[in-house]
């Protein structure tokens, strides 16, 4: 029987990803298993037409955000989870969702991945793809996709 005792879970801080970290709740409860929660923070833009910011301006951009997220985080987490009663690691990266996620799910020999899908189809979600797509097409995990109801 497959029993996980490293989930990660990705959080874009929608409907979709509280449905996820649900799953992995109940999951981590199961099987006593540990919560790794993730935000991934894209790249800063350091130009725009003629104007570039300076190093201690992205810095200070940069720290912003990862506060921000990290806020988000805890309040996620107390707003869907009905109790603490599994351990749960919080923590921001910043890059490309998809490649950020996967390099975590490597680097902390992750068992399950729950990732939430927010379902798009068509022409433009067959061009741009979605990070749970690529997620589950390249995850070296099982790959909990949670899709909207």
């Given at each position: 029987?497959?029993?996980?005792?490293?989930?990660?879970?990705?959080?874009?801080f929608?409907?979709?990803?509280?449905?996820?970290?649900?799953?992995a709740?109940?999951?981590?409860?199961?099987?006593?298993a540990k919560?790794y929660?993730l935000?991934?923070?894209?790249v800063?833009?350091?130009?725009?037409?003629?104007?570039?910011?300076?190093e201690?301006?992205?810095a200070?951009?940069?720290?912003k955000?990862i506060?921000?997220?990290?806020?988000?985080?805890?309040?996620?987490?107390?707003?869907?989870?009905?109790?603490m009663?599994?351990?749960?690691?919080?923590?921001?990266?910043?890059?490309?969702?998809?490649?950020?996620?996967?390099?975590?799910?490597?680097?902390?020999?992750i068992?399950?991945?729950?990732?939430?899908?927010?379902?798009?189809?068509?022409?433009?979600g067959?061009?741009?793809?979605?990070?749970?797509?690529?997620?589950?097409?390249?995850?070296k995990?099982?790959?909990?996709?949670?899709?909207?109801a």
């Open positions: 029987m497959f029993a996980p005792k490293k989930i990660l879970v990705p959080t874009d929608s409907t979709y990803s509280d449905d996820a970290l649900r799953q709740y109940d999951l981590a409860k199961q099987h006593s919560i929660f935000h991934v923070i894209g800063t833009q350091t130009c725009a037409i003629d104007y570039c910011f300076d201690p301006t992205l200070a951009i940069d720290k955000a506060e921000t997220s990290e806020a988000a985080m805890n309040e996620q987490i107390k707003r869907v989870l009905p109790s009663d599994v351990e749960i690691e919080s923590y921001v990266v910043k890059g490309s969702p998809s490649v950020q996620i996967l390099a975590e799910q490597e680097a902390k020999k068992d399950l991945l729950v990732i939430s899908s927010h379902g798009k189809t068509g022409f433009i067959h061009l741009m793809g979605s990070v749970a797509e690529k997620i589950a097409r390249h995850a995990c099982p790959v909990m996709l949670v899709r909207a």
